[in-house]
């Protein structure tokens, strides 16, 4: 429950209080991130459900990726901008991290985070429309995958920025591999939660395979870019993840 507590800190804006805190739990904490992610895409979802009650379906897809977003504090987005600027140009590693330290943002960045904006909107525009049981599972998925995916990377790659100068300094170094396996148990029992809601095993799986597919894109792009992650790596690693398992749910059956 404590790296829970401190996972749920650490990704959303919720007013978490703890009575002391070891950098060693944020290092540790990273097991939860798909239960998280699960938790705010249920937000999601339930605000989805809602809203089309009232305003057409791409109404509803915005309002409810606007409580996500809000319920993060834009954490991921704002490393995919990041990300885009420093990785979209042809320049040096020292150059690229200089420029993900940056909180400007650049043409790139802009364009990465308006068309990934206007894809998930669309994309839930899509799924509103289907039958109860798809955006409820889109939206919990999505959120629980990717963020297991941003930890399938950060387990697998060494830090790649300057371990001194990390905003997560416990987060740049070796993060254990049960955390890992912690949090694909996590997505396990998700699954689980979701097929009892009445969701079909083949879309989920094929959900996974393609946060799988997302995950080890941006694994080989950062490897070969600044030779391991970052921060701001791990949240285009969620974004590009969560945007290819709605793509996956969305897809005709």
């Known amino acids: 429950m404590r790296l829970f507590l401190v996972a749920l800190q650490f990704l959303t804006r919720l007013p978490v209080r703890l009575n002391r805190f070891e950098p060693a739990w944020l290092n540790d904490c990273v097991r939860h991130f798909p239960l998280v992610g699960a938790l705010v895409g249920a937000v999601g979802a339930a605000v989805l459900i809602g809203a089309t009650q009232l305003w057409p379906p791409a109404v509803a897809a915005v309002l409810a990726l606007t409580v996500t977003v809000a319920l993060t504090g834009g954490f991921h987005e704002d490393g995919l901008a990041d990300t885009f600027d420093a990785l979209g140009g042809v320049v040096g590693r020292d150059k690229a991290l200089a420029i993900m330290k940056d909180s400007r943002i650049g043409s790139y960045g802009a364009l990465a985070l308006g068309l990934t904006l206007l894809l998930r909107a669309a994309l839930l525009g899509v799924l509103a429309s ?5 955006p409820v599972a889109a939206l919990v998925a999505s959120h629980a995958f990717a963020r297991a995916a941003a930890v399938g990377v950060m387990v697998s790659l060494p830090y790649g920025g300057d371990v001194e100068h990390a905003k997560a300094k416990p987060l740049a170094l070796a993060v254990a591999p049960r955390n890992f396996f912690i949090a694909l148990a996590w997505c396990g029992l998700i699954m ?6 009445g969701a079909y095993l083949p879309r989920l799986i094929a959900a996974l395979a393609a946060a799988t597919l997302a ?9 070969r870019r600044l030779g391991g992650y970052t921060g701001d790596g791990l949240g285009a690693t969620e974004q590009l993840a969560e945007i290819a398992v709605l793509l996956a749910f969305a897809a005709a059956l």
Do not use: E
């Open 192 to 197: 689980g939660a979701l097929l009892a809601l």
């Open 130 to 134: 289907r039958p109860l049981w798809v």
């Open 215 to 223: 995950a080890l894109l941006m694994r080989q792009w950062l490897k």
